[in-house]
T-cell receptor
Framework: QKEVEQNSGPLSVPEGAIASLNCTYS??????FFWYRQYSGKSPELIMS??SNGDKEDGRFTAQLNKASQYVSLLIRDSQPSDSATYLC???WGGGNKLTFGTGTQLKVEL | DVKVTQSSRYLVKRTGEKVFLECVQD?????MFWYRQDPGLGLRLIYF???????EKGDIPEGYSVSREKKERFSLILESASTNQTSMYLC?????????????FGDGTRLSIL
């Protein structure tokens, strides 16, 4: 069974700060990793994907992957109140492009 | 933009009823998925399909079945609804690939079984 672990939070950060969200996983064979954002009552929305070790930047978001240590993280720079949501980490494995999701970290950006 | 459309946002049914949840995608995706999401348990895969008329069980298939007669449509069926099937149901789709195509989600159906 593939396991994806996230701290449920809530993680509170002041507006303008860097929010750091972390995720660990159990399957060394996993190749692709995704971060989804989910607002309360809404469906998950893809914000980042990462496949190789290192950093990948997209606007205010940076995904970091370390396969040797089996963790993936998401940094949000200049956090805004609109970033307040639950962030889901997911890894892709096996045939059929299945995803295993973590239970999510709730982020609160405070004014 | 990818569009995944679920037939209902909110649905209320009674115990024992047969319930159909419909999902349609417009991106010619090969893969389609049904999840349920419950507080503290996250997203759990019920069934998925990688081609027309093909289906595979996910982590929690008991009490559910699926149908995929056309590439763009994937239906989830609750054979005899029970109160423990009250949940948010999410449909997703993706291209079939070597393993780097993300899934795109519909808006979800919040199903209540009374």
């Amino acid at each position: 069974q593939k396991e994806v672990e996230q701290n449920s939070g809530p993680l509170s950060v002041p507006e303008g700060a860097i929010a750091s969200l972390n995720c660990t996983y159990s399957d060394r064979g996993s190749q692709s990793f995704f971060w989804y954002r989910q607002y309360s009552g809404k469906s998950p929305e893809l914000i980042m994907s990462i496949y190789s070790n290192g950093d990948k930047e997209d606007g205010r978001f940076t995904a970091q992957l370390n396969k040797a240590s089996q963790y993936v993280s998401l940094l949000i720079r200049d956090s805004q109140p609109s970033d307040s949501a639950t962030y889901l980490c997911a890894l892709m494995w096996g045939g059929g492009n299945k995803l295993t999701f973590g239970t999510g970290t709730q982020l609160k950006v405070e004014l | 933009d990818v569009k995944v459309t679920q037939s209902s946002r909110y649905l209320v049914k009674r115990t024992g009823e047969k319930v159909f949840l419909e999902c349609v995608q417009d991106m010619d995706h090969e893969n389609m998925f049904w999840y349920r999401q419950d507080p503290g348990l996250g997203l759990r895969l019920i069934y998925f399909s990688y081609d027309v008329k093909m289906k595979e069980k996910g982590d929690i298939p008991e009490g559910y079945s699926v149908s995929r007669e056309k590439k763009e449509r994937f239906s989830l069926i609750l054979e005899s609804a029970s109160t423990n099937q009250t949940s948010m149901y999410l449909c997703a789709s993706s291209f079939r690939s070597a393993g780097n195509q993300p899934q795109h989600f519909g808006d979800g159906t919040r199903l209540s079984i009374l």
